[in-house]
């Protein structure tokens, strides 16, 4: 079945760095844009960024940007977080979800229809 | 910068209706996503387009418009329809945003 599970995250301290994948399967994976979207310790879900199907264009929430990099694997079937320069806000579970149900035929207004579990963050000395 | 605003907390009685108000001025036409967030549980996709609802979503889960309002209806509300309840857009541009979500309690 359509399927999506996030590894590697864990404890950090504030300035290091983490990479995050995210496995897909059971659909294309090559032919949909994938999301990161994070959830801190109570507060609300927040958009982090996301990377077109192919790869040639990504972008991100300003609180992330220049820190973090999305990028993907499509022989692979992986998505990746590469987060640098990490601070304790960072904290966070962390989700990959797939782009669908686009309202504009570039996908720029669109939504997320299958979601990983998360894995979780922790920035902290 | 792009926002959308949503009411804390709504509380209902079982078998009541509740329903869940979404604002943004820049709000695009069929551009509304609604996510139920129950605890320890991915969000789950309930209502696409505005008005959408994919499949295996109870038809008790309703969404409308109006202007740049957006609003999630759940009638015969049920014990299991209590969560945490996310709008989100995009803004055509590149920045997607998800409302500061509204807690469902079922009293």
């Known amino acids: 079945q359509v399927q999506l599970v996030e590894s590697g995250g864990g404890v950090v301290q504030p300035g290091r760095s983490l990479r995050l994948s995210c496995a897909a399967s059971g659909f294309m994976f090559s032919g949909y844009g994938m999301h990161w979207v994070r959830q801190a310790p109570g507060k609300g879900l927040e958009w982090v960024g996301i990377?077109?199907?192919?790869?040639?264009?990504?972008y991100y929430a300003d609180s992330v940007k220049g820190r973090f990099t999305i990028s993907r694997d499509n022989p692979k079937n992986t998505l990746y977080l590469q987060m640098d320069s990490l601070r304790a806000e960072d904290t966070a579970v962390y989700y990959c979800a797939r782009v669908n149900h686009c309202t504009t035929g570039d996908c720029y207004v669109s939504g997320m229809d299958v979601w990983g579990q998360g894995t979780t963050v922790t920035v902290s000395s | 910068s792009f926002e959308l605003t949503q009411p804390p907390s709504v509380s209902v009685s079982p078998g009541q209706t509740a329903r869940i108000t979404c604002s943004g001025d820049a709000l695009p036409s069929q551009g509304a996503y609604w996510y139920q967030r129950r605890p320890g549980q991915a969000p789950l996709l309930v209502i696409y387009?505005?008005?959408e609802r994919p499949p295996g979503i109870p038809e008790r889960f309703f969404g409308s418009r109006s202007g740049t309002t957006v609003t999630l209806t759940l009638s015969g509300v049920q014990a299991e329809d209590e969560a945490d309840y996310y709008c989100q857009s995009a803004d055509s541009v590149g920045t997607f945003v998800f409302g500061s979500g509204t807690t469902v309690t079922v009293l």
């Open positions: 990377i077109w199907h192919d790869g040639t264009k990504a």
């Open positions: 387009k505005d008005i």
